[in-house]
């Protein structure tokens, strides 16, 4: 992959690639919480603590669901609910960079974390 195939997160190129993955495998997560649909979409993702915390952190994650306004991930470590995170998202046809503030942490058997964060847009 060539940098310029990552991407700042983008609420319409995210929805591109989404309804792209749709047509090609109707699946969703849908509840009655969520804003939009959730797609299965395992891919590995990075997070960081941004800049201007002071704060130097990193940690690799693995993506379980994508939607445009969050994700769903298995990380092993804990994550605290409102941090906001610095957030880049590897898939087979883009990466994505951005923000993202994490909405819940849940323990699972064997010490991993379900997460759940929610993209913050620059242009929104």
Sequence with gaps: METTDIC???RDVLAKMLADR???EP???????RLTARWPFPGTVELWAPENTGREWYALATSINLSTSGIGLHCDEPLEPDEEL???IHEP???FHGR???RHCTE??????MV???FLYEDE
């Design 116 to 118: 759940g964060m929610q």
């Design 8 to 10: 700042r997160l983008n």
């Design 108 to 113: 699972m058997e064997g010490g991993a974390f």
């Design 27 to 33: 699946h969703s997560h849908a509840d009655g919480k």
């Design 86 to 88: 610095e957030i880049a």
């Design 100 to 102: 993202a503030v994490v």
């Design 93 to 95: 046809e883009m990466s």
């Design 22 to 24: 749709a047509a090609a």
